[in-house]
């Protein structure tokens, strides 16, 4: 059996990205290496979920930046994210000041919203139906 353990964001500072996901989004950090040169090997999760981790990646590579100004031109978030509530996250994060380019949306089996993360990228909260 294969299962994702991993996936990344890159982020364009990696102490606001593990405030942003952590005290606002809610997760927790999981490994924070300091790998030299003022880069880290940051991963954050859901608390109570050990199996999956999402490493906050410096974007300091050259295909970084054309890549993910692409993406926000064309409103595609870098990431997906379960959101039991989609619509109480919203009101919750509203709160927090976090800005978002797709209020709570019904899409047929699925409510997404999608958000700023400050730290260069979009991302989507997903809720599935049912």
């Not at 797709?102 to 993360?117: E, F, N, R």
């Not at 979009?122 to 809720?127: G, K």
Request: a negative charge; glycine letters at 10%; proline letters at 5%.
């Amino acid at each position: 059996m294969i299962r994702i353990h991993l996936t990344s964001v890159f982020v364009d500072d990696q102490a606001k990205a593990q405030d942003f996901y952590t005290r606002v989004l809610g997760f927790e950090t999981r490994q924070d290496i300091d790998l030299g040169g003022g880069n880290r090997w940051l991963t954050v999760g859901a608390p109570g979920d050990d199996a999956v981790e999402l490493l906050l990646e410096p974007s300091g590579h050259r295909a970084v930046g054309p890549f993910r100004d692409a993406l926000r031109e064309d409103g595609i978030p870098a990431a997906q994210l379960a959101a039991d509530d989609v619509r109480a996250e919203h009101e919750r994060l509203v709160a927090l000041g976090v800005e978002f380019t797709m209020p709570p949306t019904d899409m047929g089996p699925v409510t997404i919203a999608v958000l700023d993360d400050t730290c260069g990228n979009l991302i989507q909260l997903a809720q599935m139906a049912g």
